[in-house]
């Protein structure tokens, strides 16, 4: 297999706005980022992925573009952002970009001249459409609550919109359009020197050539306009254009947000012969726990489903494609509140017992910032309380005119799926605002942060944090744990994740119980012999005969010669 450095890195997310305030206003910033960059080498990461630094009016954060070669106001100047890449690289840290090219914000001057007319330069930048019998040109929901379609009086059509009407989708079809988008990749590539781009929504970007109705639900709900939207008739060619164009003229780290893709779209995109991205953030996995209302339900883990859908991963990208590895994003609760257990004498050995099972498998490892430290969702109390677009809109449509869920459900819900739980500040020390910052932070600091903080677990040598560093650096010491095959064990097993690793005659054997129940280890694994001496990390001190509650335990043996 062709060895890559994005094969072998590990890459950690950064949330600017919730990272490090570094002139007090409550608002993380390029600056503050800087100042924690020994942190991140520290810990062992090779790469940071930096969500959206770039101008915008904040409807989603970042995720609403108005100029792409500009650094927002709230997080410093194109100085910061150079100081910023020049103090990674020096440390050895490479700089990957978030790249939002669906769409971007209605702020933006291609927008602002797009709806003025239909005969101007910028009149096919976007997606517009006469009315149909007076109304939107299709049922379709946009995935931030209300219809994908949008009034524009000035222009007097609608035009089309995947997430917030503030986020106008761009038009791909229009050859200038992509050229403008390849023109600022080349920029931020020779100008700026970044060393790869996280491609938002990439798979939403070829429409369908028709726009038809689907069907509503029995509840009323409509349908998402994404269904319609993703792996779209061009996309392949336009992601093969994008590599000719940019892609292929430097070493980058590529990796596409891919919502509504199985294996099959992940071949196409990851190949290696394909010449389109080098991997790509599947949903699946993150769907385990997900039903007919999307992510907002309760709905428990089933393991024997989680296990099949990462293993399917595995295994159908194995020697052809490449897979990204994550429990934790921006767009996600705390991986410890969700799958673990926050009890306390649970917390941090579930912590743990997470991050082995996910950073043993075959793939580049993402660590969200906080992830390291185990940080834990956020209890919300009110509507009010939240900034997040997304769980604005899903209130309104859950609660507000639904009637689904009454208002102690969606709190409920929210707090153990919304986007907010991953973006409350970075809990740094156990001084006020967590360190975070001196002013008032922009969403509030989660309370858990006097135990739960950097400060004191970078010396610990038990911590969370701890346990991270020592699985990357095992990623950099052995070579199977980032080309070796993959098997699943016991798939049907409601308790234990288990599976093995083989590369050159080695085997490594990871096996992780995901319940607080003891259990004896299955005839099937006994019979490979795992022994004390062979233990490559365990999240427990000593070792023992059984799986103890939430344990994590990886051993390094000859594999067995009969190909077992
Ligand atoms: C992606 C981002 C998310 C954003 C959306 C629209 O899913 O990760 O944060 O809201 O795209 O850009
Ligand atoms: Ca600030």
Known sequence: MDRKWWKEAVVYEIYPRSFMDSNGDGIGDLKGVTSRLDYIKDLGADCIWLCPVYSSPNVDNGYDIAD????????????????????????????????????????????????KGRDNPYSDYYI???????????????????PAWTWDAQRGQYYFHEFAAAQPDLNWENPK???????????????KGVDGFRMDVITLISKPETFEDGPVSAEGLRPDAGQYTCNGPKI??????????????????????????????????TGFDRGELGMC????????????????????????NLKRVMSRWETGLEGRGWNSLYWDNHDQPRIVSRWGNTAPQWWALSAKML?????????????????????????????????????????ETYVDQAHIYTEEEMLAIISRKGRDNARTPMQWDTSPQAGFTTGTPWLPVNPSYKTINAAAQIHDPDSIYSYYKQLIALRKAHEIIIYGDYRLL???????????????????????????????????????????????????????????????????????????
């Open 177 to 191: 359009v992509r050229e403008e988008v390849y023109d600022m990749m080349n920029w931020w590539c020779s100008e």
């Open 236 to 269: 392949h060619d336009y992601l093969r254009e994008m590599h000719r164009e940019v892609l292929s003229r430097y070493d980058l780290l590529t990796v596409g947000e891919a919502s509504g893709s199985g294996v099959e779209d992940a071949l196409l995109y």
């Open 355 to 395: 991050a082995t099972c996910l950073h043993m498998m075959q793939g580049t490892p993402y660590i969200y910032q906080g992830e390291e430290i185990g940080m834990v969702s956020f209890n919300w109390q009110s509507l009010q309380e939240m900034n997040d677009v997304e769980e604005h809109a899903a209130w």
């Open 490 to 564: 016991e798939p049907e097993d409601e308790d234990l994740f288990i599976y093995t690793r083989r590369y050159e005659g080695q085997q490594l054997l990871v096996i992780c119980n995901f319940s607080d129940r003891t259990r004896t280890l299955p005839d099937s694994v006994r019979a490979l012999g795992p022994a004390p001496e062979q233990i490559l990390i365990s999240n427990y001190r000593e070792a023992a005969e059984e799986i103890r509650p939430y344990e994590a335990v990886v051993y390094k043996q000859a594999a067995p010669a009969d190909g077992r």
């Open 68 to 115: 792409y070669r500009q650094i927002m106001a709230d997080f410093g100047t194109m100085a910061d952002f150079d100081e910023l890449i020049g103090q990674a690289h020096a440390r050895g840290i490479r700089i990957v970009m978030d790249l939002v090219v669906n769409h971007s914000s209605d702020q933006h001057v291609w927008f602002q001249e797009s709806r």
């Open 281 to 304: 953030f599947t949903f699946e996995h993150m769907d385990c726990d997900a039903d007919e209302h999307g992510k907002w339900t309760m709905k428990p883990l089933y393991l024997p």
């Open 128 to 146: 517009w459409r006469d009315p149909v019998d007076g109304h939107e040109p299709t049922n379709w929901m946009c995935c931030f609550g209300g």
